[in-house]
């Protein structure tokens, strides 16, 4: 459990929510019911073993944090918890409930051990690919979508460790169950299009042979596509984009815009995953509850074909 001040607020409580769950516990030194939740809850974070973190803080010494909080939810009870995620704020509770109400409440928004166990199956995942040893993080993220076949992130993970050791079999057999369906991970889509480049590519034209129909007639779109399909399966990225702007450019709906579609999912494969967007800024003058979490630094290579993206569209 961490006390939470004004002086910690940013660090220990806004930024730190970004990496876990944390419940402030707004209480005070005359509500009884308060001294009776923080014992439950005190009991309930040792119980989640690290599931969530528990933070109070008194509001008669740190009183503009508790108005604001308090505001933001429209309460005016004591005790007050405020459930942190993301940087932000994003759901609480009033009185001292029970601890079968607490725990339902802890459940909406706190990973279960199973995802915990799978998050850091993946965080080692990452380490081994960062280390060199493909093999094994690619063991283990087949093992994590195993386990939780729902998981869009793993999948996205595991297929792009395989397709980045040329696994291309494998590949497939990852795919194949969210294949057709419609997927909101950005990076399943472009995996699936990367995928189809290098099922292709031991059929396709030779790039010299290529180059000269692209030479001989710069529209020749199907041509020029099969050359960036090819570069896209090499993982010569900026060179797939390259090819596929020239088509863009000239062209943009050709093929029902299977140049954008491709050029799009080149810049996926090519991005880190997105951290966790900054909040909106509080009024000039008050204190910022929801704080400006900080950002991975962006590759400049995909911004910059973004930017190109924009130009060729607009």
Request: aromatic fraction near 6%; hydrophobic fraction near 45%.
């Amino acid at each position: 459990m961490i006390n939470i001040t004004i002086q910690n607020f940013k660090t220990d409580l806004i930024q730190a929510s970004v990496d876990q769950a944390i419940l402030l516990n707004i209480w005070a030194p005359w509500s009884e019911p308060a001294k009776a939740l923080g014992p439950v809850l005190e009991k309930l974070e040792v119980s989640y073993a690290g599931r969530f973190t528990l933070a109070r803080l008194n509001s008669e010494s740190e009183t503009e944090i508790a108005v604001q909080l308090s505001k933001l939810f429209g309460v005016r009870t004591i005790p007050f918890c405020v459930m942190f995620k993301g940087g932000q704020p994003i759901d609480g509770f009033v009185d001292s409930l029970p601890e079968a109400e607490i725990r339902q409440f802890l459940d909406k928004h706190v990973p279960s051990v199973e995802e915990m166990a799978l998050a850091e199956e993946m965080q080692d995942a990452e380490a081994l690919l960062a280390e060199g040893d493909t093999h094994t993080a690619i063991a283990k993220l087949l093992d994590a979508v195993a386990v939780n076949p729902g998981n869009d992130s793993a999948r996205a993970d595991c297929l792009r460790a395989l397709l980045m050791a040329g696994r291309v079999d494998e590949a497939r057999a990852v795919f194949n169950p969210v294949a057709g369906k419609v997927l909101p991970d950005p990076r399943l889509v472009a995996c699936g299009h990367w995928l189809t480049a290098c099922e292709q590519a031991p059929l396709s034209r030779s790039p010299d042979v290529l180059t000269a129909a692209i030479a001989a007639n710069r529209r020749n779109f199907e041509a020029r596509f099969e050359l960036a399909q090819l570069h896209f399966a090499s993982q010569r990225f900026i060179e797939a984009m390259d090819e596929l702007l020239e088509i863009i450019m000239r062209d943009k709906a050709w093929n029902g815009e299977l140049a954008r579609k491709t050029y799009v999912a080149v810049l996926d494969v090519m991005a880190k995953p997105a951290p966790a967007k900054p909040a909106v800024a509080a009024p000039k003058g008050a204190l910022e509850i929801a704080g400006k979490v900080d950002t991975t630094p962006t590759d400049p290579e995909v911004d910059r074909y973004r930017r190109k993206l924009s130009m060729a569209l607009f």
